[in-house]
């Protein structure tokens, strides 16, 4: 007796926005579950479409993607067809292909602290400030004092090393990268889906339907099916039915 093919299926995540803890949590979580559905998972198409967030968060959804790899023994082909900009870089670079449109950008690679400096404001409303800290360095992120020297100069070794972090982490992802690829990258430089791919940062110029052939080919599946992973609602609807059926049982006469 033949036994039909068990059907096999294409995941389809989206990392949209700002790279932020809870979106790196959350596709985290919806990856480990892809045990569980049905039908069986073959391949994740990961779409990244950001630019940028937290750098940390950006690391952390990089470790589920190698989740998926090694663990689940899935491969994953990300998608560009917009942006994928400092920390959203990072998400795409981690997967085995990455596709890319012609048009889309990608780059912007680095660290920045952005810190705004109100003091002379405050002195024209008359309004002063005073941090009583342990040491110099325990109030240099406020927004209400200008930086003194060694809080300046710690937070511009801090801005150089998680830099220098950054570059390492691309070229954990992409170790062949050739000399003009991070010499472009490192100076923070911006590019099109085209010259990512004669730099070697992407491997395929195409679209959503290049990428689905993609996951196919590593996949060993000619036409397997697709599903759309949607991300959890904001909005707590269990929770908010129960309230509105309680407070209509209050209400009632």
Same mark, same amino acid.
């Given at each position: 007796m033949i036994w039909p093919r068990r059907p096999s299926c294409?995941? +389809?995540?989206?990392? #949209?926005?700002?790279?932020? !803890?809870?979106?790196?949590?959350?596709?985290?979580?919806?990856? =480990? !579950?892809?045990?569980? =559905?049905?039908? #069986?998972? /073959? #391949? +994740?198409?990961?779409? +990244?479409?950001?630019?940028?967030?937290? @750098?940390?968060? @950006? !690391?952390?959804?990089?470790? #589920? $993607?190698?989740? /998926? =790899? !090694?663990? *689940?023994? *899935?491969?994953? $082909?990300?998608? $560009?067809?917009?942006?994928a900009l400092s920390a959203g870089l990072l998400p795409a670079l981690a997967a085995d292909r990455l596709v890319v449109t012609p048009s889309a950008t990608l780059g912007g690679a680095g660290a920045i602290v952005r810190l705004l400096s109100p003091s002379a404001l405050l002195s024209k409303l008359g309004v002063g400030y005073t941090a009583y800290a342990s040491n110099a360095l325990k109030d240099m992120f406020s927004h209400c004092a200008d930086l003194a020297p060694e809080a300046e100069q710690a937070l511009h070794e801090l801005v150089r090393e998680n830099g220098r972090q950054f570059m390492v982490a691309i070229l954990a992802c992409r170790p062949a990268l050739g000399a003009e690829g991070r010499e472009r990258l490192a100076a923070g430089q911006v590019l099109n889906g085209a010259e990512a791919v004669a730099l070697g940062l992407a491997d395929v110029v195409g679209g959503f339907y290049a990428a689905v052939a993609e996951c196919g080919r590593l996949a060993g599946h000619g036409a397997p099916l697709l599903r759309f992973v949607e991300p959890a609602s904001a909005v707590p609807w269990p929770l908010l039915d129960g309230l509105l059926r309680l407070g209509k049982r209050w209400l009632s006469p």
């Amino acid at each position: 007796m033949i036994w039909p093919r068990r059907p096999s299926c294409i995941y +389809v995540f989206s990392i #949209a926005g700002p790279i932020t !803890e809870a979106s790196a949590l959350e596709f985290a979580l919806r990856l =480990r !579950e892809l045990p569980t =559905r049905k039908p #069986a998972a /073959c #391949a +994740v198409l990961l779409r +990244v479409s950001s630019n940028g967030g937290g @750098a940390g968060s @950006a !690391e952390a959804i990089i470790e #589920a $993607v190698n989740l /998926c =790899r !090694e663990e *689940l023994g *899935l491969p994953i $082909v990300a998608l $560009v067809m917009e942006t994928a900009l400092s920390a959203g870089l990072l998400p795409a670079l981690a997967a085995d292909r990455l596709v890319v449109t012609p048009s889309a950008t990608l780059g912007g690679a680095g660290a920045i602290v952005r810190l705004l400096s109100p003091s002379a404001l405050l002195s024209k409303l008359g309004v002063g400030y005073t941090a009583y800290a342990s040491n110099a360095l325990k109030d240099m992120f406020s927004h209400c004092a200008d930086l003194a020297p060694e809080a300046e100069q710690a937070l511009h070794e801090l801005v150089r090393e998680n830099g220098r972090q950054f570059m390492v982490a691309i070229l954990a992802c992409r170790p062949a990268l050739g000399a003009e690829g991070r010499e472009r990258l490192a100076a923070g430089q911006v590019l099109n889906g085209a010259e990512a791919v004669a730099l070697g940062l992407a491997d395929v110029v195409g679209g959503f339907y290049a990428a689905v052939a993609e996951c196919g080919r590593l996949a060993g599946h000619g036409a397997p099916l697709l599903r759309f992973v949607e991300p959890a609602s904001a909005v707590p609807w269990p929770l908010l039915d129960g309230l509105l059926r309680l407070g209509k049982r209050w209400l009632s006469p």
